[in-house]
Structures are given as structure tokens and as C-alpha cells.
């Protein structure tokens, strides 16, 4: 009867012996595989997920991608057309100024009477 | 009168938003490594602060968060299809005349 107890606790040890070195083997070439993965590919490898600069340093450089947003205008290049803006800008302020709405001459805006009502009362 | 001034207001805000993006594509390299650096562990803590401060002082219109992306017919900063760079109303105009290759309005 003892004898029997033993075998069988025998027996129980050594099945786990021999399920943690399969265990053991499996672990490492799990990680030889990693390894090998991470030189091939060029990756770098964390596995303790520390805090690193490589996370920024891995991303694509976008900033020309970003300038090129906006298309250059091609009116801006076209001589005839920038003229013809110039000369509406020109009309445009002709008109007003023929209506009493252009700019003030020096000391007669609103801010130099402002000034000059502020001035007087102290002298 | 209004709608001119409008019009005009958004070609100034795009061009303000333009001006934006040259300096976030001056600025990117500097800013990325100084980003890098402060995140490093193996550098000393003085290093990293300097970093830090070298990051604060950039100048905050190279900063990519802000840039908004406009509509680049109408400067509208909302509802903007990054695809075609410009907004809802202009695409729907746009794709409804067939102006935009291989864009057809689905009906089944």
C-alpha cells in the first residue's frame, strides 16, 4: 500500500518535471523567434514597455505633405488679371474719395480731434 | 458688401492658416528631436528639462495642432473632405456637374 502511494506520487513528479522544462522550451523559442523576428524587420524590440523616443522617432516626417494643402493660385501669375484687380482697387478708392470717404488728412481723424479735445481742457 | 467681406475674411484666414503650415514644415525636424529627447529615459534629468524648455520656445505657430485643414475654394473650416481638400458644399456643386473625375452620384 505504501509502496503503491509512492509510485504513484513518483510518477505525478515526474510528469510535472517534464511539463516545466516543455514549458521552459517553449518560453525560449518563443522569444529566439522574437529575437530573430525584430532583426529581420528591423524592429526595436520593449518588452517591458518602458517609455522611449522611438515611438516619435519611427513616424513619417509630414510636413511637406501639410504645406501642400492650399494649390498656388494661378491668377496670381496671370499679369492681366492682377492689373485688372489693381485698376478696380484704384476705381474703387476714386469713388469714395469723390464721395467724402477717403482717408483723412493728417490731424483731422477722429483719434487727432479725440487728442486735441483731451489736450485743451488741461491747458 | 457683406458677402465680399466675408469672402475676403477667409482668404485672409487661409492665408493665415498657409503661413501656418511653412513654419510647422520649417520647424518639424527641431521639434520632433526635442520631443525625442525629453522622452529618452537614458538622459539626465537637467538635459531633459533644458529639452523641454527648448520644445516651450519654439515658435507656437510651427505647432501642428494648429493647423486647420479649409476648404481651399471657399475657406470653410468645417465639414472638409481631406480627400478632395474642400468642403460638403462645394464637392456636392462640383461632383452634381461632374467637374470631379470618377465621382458619381449613387441611385439604385
Known amino acids: 500500500m505504501f509502496n503503491l502511494r509512492l509510485l504513484k506520487a513518483c510518477i505525478s513528479y515526474k510528469e510535472m518535471s517534464f511539463g516545466s522544462l516543455k514549458s521552459v522550451l517553449a518560453e525560449a523559442a518563443i522569444k529566439g523567434v522574437t529575437e530573430a523576428r525584430a532583426r529581420i524587420f528591423g524592429h526595436i524590440l520593449n518588452p517591458t514597455g518602458q517609455r522611449s523616443a522611438h515611438k516619435i522617432l519611427r513616424k513619417k516626417l509630414i510636413g511637406e505633405k501639410v504645406s501642400q494643402w492650399y494649390p498656388h493660385d494661378i491668377r496670381h501669375d496671370d499679369p492681366l ?15 469714395l474719395k469723390r464721395r467724402g470717404k477717403g482717408p483723412p488728412k493728417k490731424g483731422q481723424g477722429k483719434k487727432a480731434a479725440k487728442r486735441n479735445k483731451v489736450s485743451t481742457p488741461g491747458k | ?7 475676403l475674411a477667409e482668404e485672409k484666414r487661409c492665408m493665415k492658416d ?14 520632433k528631436l526635442y520631443k525625442a529627447l525629453v522622452r529618452d529615459p537614458e538622459l539626465p534629468n537637467e538635459l531633459k528639462e533644458k529639452h523641454r524648455y527648448k520644445l516651450a520656445k519654439l515658435p507656437r505657430n510651427s505647432s501642428f495642432t494648429r493647423i486647420r485643414n479649409r476648404c481651399i475654394l471657399t475657406g470653410r473650416p468645417r465639414a ?17 456637374r461632374g ?5 458619381k452620384k449613387a441611385s439604385w
Open chain 1, 81 to 95: 488679371v492682377m492689373a485688372r484687380q489693381e485698376q478696380e482697387r484704384l476705381e474703387k478708392l476714386e469713388m
Open chain 2, 1 to 7: 458688401m457683406a458677402r465680399n467681406f466675408s469672402v
Open chain 2, 18 to 31: 498657409h503661413n501656418r503650415r511653412l513654419m510647422a514644415e520649417k520647424f518639424e525636424v527641431k521639434r
Open chain 2, 80 to 96: 472638409v473632405y481631406q480627400l478632395f481638400r474642400m468642403s460638403r458644399i462645394c464637392f456636392r456643386e462640383l461632383a452634381s
Open chain 2, 99 to 103: 467637374a470631379l473625375m470618377g465621382i
